[in-house]
């Protein structure tokens, strides 16, 4: 599919979606939209973003090609639709485009979009919006025959999402037969499927993950599931902990943000000790279903090479397992460790 | 206020919400309605329970005498609305009485229900239904002057809520200021305030109990927190994990059935001995706010005195702190312990 990704006045820094869509996406993004660089003149996302697929920064949606889908890849705080993007997306519905959107607003529930989307008989997929029929886990997950490997933290914001796909892509690339089980916009929007954990009812938590999980094991030898947050993480370790136990990995993987000491957005508390953190996960984890942390995935990118070394070694040496950065770096010694 | 308690085919052992409101509820029950037992002949709760609120087991809503409110006192399994409860409830608005309930069908979204509630201005409230504005927590539960005391469980359904209201009323007697944070449907109706935490979206767990907190602080030096499930439960630990990091408690109880040994409703899954147990609630709460097992209540309702003595022994030795069965015996050991 040819996409057109909505990031106004936030590319490349502040649109993870947007970019992640760019990194790992199979579908092809024909057009970043950001009116604040578009307006110096011709720009490209390969100036912001040399590695990954290329496309030209747009004003609007007047200045995009054909497209299949047209993706909102930001979300303000608070997840609020921002009213100066309302011509962007009629624009898009006009042109018989579907919309994917992770707001908490629901462009579904919007009554001007809505009848856009049927006079043009398009589809507006909230992405945020679980199933309504959600139910509690059964306690299955660990009797699967494939193999789980879930993420997990040291804190929210350290790059769970992008270890779990650069995993996914090294596993593939070792001829591993594997799969996906995205948990956040994000991750939903790059595999066109998925169940936002974080917006589940905390009963349904494990139960979502876990209905994921036995519809992928069909297909897959090695599932690799994305984590949320941290299980201390004061406002959202409920998350986390719903992910852990619905997804009863045989492996686990704690990512990192190297130099990070403090819960981001939450500087009164300290973060854990590697070592502690990954003793704590196996601790909680053991009851419902063993898991050792395996190895660790940690974002190094504001450190020069050397930092970064000496960084991925004091990890592994705390957690006893590899560790690597596999955006810099990459992912195959974490493959080694679950094969 | 004077209230009748539906609860069909399920008095007494069926009947939670009934009876907890008959054991611990200020209000008084002038009557429940089972039509099963009442088609037996006359019939009183006292035959059941002798140590609570008595009043006439009744048929149906014309055998009610006066009341203010009218609770739905029982849940099936999957919480929905039974048909033939329905000329009960709609005799009960008909009479100008509220309706609260704490099925997950909401009476409000009945149009039947509604038509009649706002025709005889009656107020249905639905229990189950959370706020709407909920939020992520701030992390400043930890802040706040109350001593805060969060009960915990071995599993789910062991007494977690009893063992709350039973502190409660024993740090009454001893002349604590003590308020009470219910997190489950019994308790928020028993207490007429709270927020259904296994209902609210999982990002927002933690942040709907820490405003429960903050607002219940500034009335009160002490406060109790009902625990739900367990934090090593395959299905509901991120309700546990939400409530345990919401809170920020000082002092953890230890609830737990005298002679449980696997997980209720998923029997594959074995307890942690109550050590562990604890020892791994207060590993996860120290980087967040640091708390202490002070003490378990114990439910051997099933055992005789001796064993049951025998049962907090052992309890008790294992945490390393006093155990009590609260409704058996008493729970001033653990007012003891938290002061």
């Known amino acids: 599919m040819r996409l057109a990704?909505?990031?106004?006045?936030?590319?490349?820094?502040?649109?993870?979606?947007?970019?992640?869509?760019?990194?790992?996406?199979?579908?092809?993004?024909?057009?970043?939209?950001?009116?604040?660089?578009?307006?110096?003149?011709?720009?490209?996302?390969?100036?912001?973003?040399?590695?990954v697929q290329d496309a030209p920064v747009v004003a609007g949606i007047d200045d995009v090609p054909d497209i299949d889908a047209f993706v909102v890849g930001i979300a303000p705080i608070g997840g609020g639709f921002d009213e100066t993007w309302r011509d962007d997306v009629a624009g898009a519905l006009e042109r018989g485009c579907d919309v994917w959107a992770g707001l908490h607003y629901f462009l579904s529930e919007d009554e001007g979009f809505a009848a856009l989307a049927e006079e043009h008989d398009c589809e507006l997929w909230d992405v945020r919006d679980p199933p309504e029929d959600l139910t509690v886990a059964e306690g299955v997950a660990g009797d699967l025959d494939a193999t789980v490997v879930t993420t997990v933290g040291t804190d929210c914001s350290v790059g769970k999402m992008t270890a779990t796909l650069e995993l996914l892509e090294a596993a593939r690339d070792a001829g591993l037969n594997a799969g996906f089980v995205p948990t956040g916009q994000t991750g939903i929007m790059i595999e066109g499927w998925g169940i936002p954990i974080d917006r589940t009812i905390s009963d349904f938590t494990a139960g979502a993950v876990e209905r994921m999980l036995v519809e992928r094991a069909e297909e897959y030898d090695y599932l690799f599931v994305e984590g949320q947050g941290s299980i201390v993480h004061p406002a959202y370790s409920a998350v986390t902990c719903g992910i852990l136990h619905g997804s009863m990995p045989d492996h686990l993987v704690l990512c990192h943000e190297a130099g990070r000491e403090v819960v981001h957005g939450y500087e009164a508390f300290d973060l854990l000790p590697a070592d502690e953190a990954a003793a704590l996960y196996e601790s909680l984890a053991a009851p419902v279903h063993p898991a050792s942390v395996v190895g660790g995935a940690v974002n190094t990118s504001h450190l020069d090479d050397g930092a970064a070394r000496a960084a991925l070694s004091d990890f592994g040496d705390a957690i006893d397992a590899p560790a690597v950065d596999p955006v810099r770096f990459d992912a195959s010694d974490l493959v080694e460790a679950i094969r």
Not at 26 to 44: C, K, S, W
């Open 5 to 51: 990704v909505l990031a106004h006045g936030k590319f490349p820094d502040g649109a993870k979606t947007a970019v992640g869509l760019l990194r790992y996406s199979d579908h092809d993004v024909v057009a970043v939209l950001d009116r604040d660089l578009a307006a110096d003149g011709e720009r490209r996302v390969s100036e912001f973003l040399p590695d």
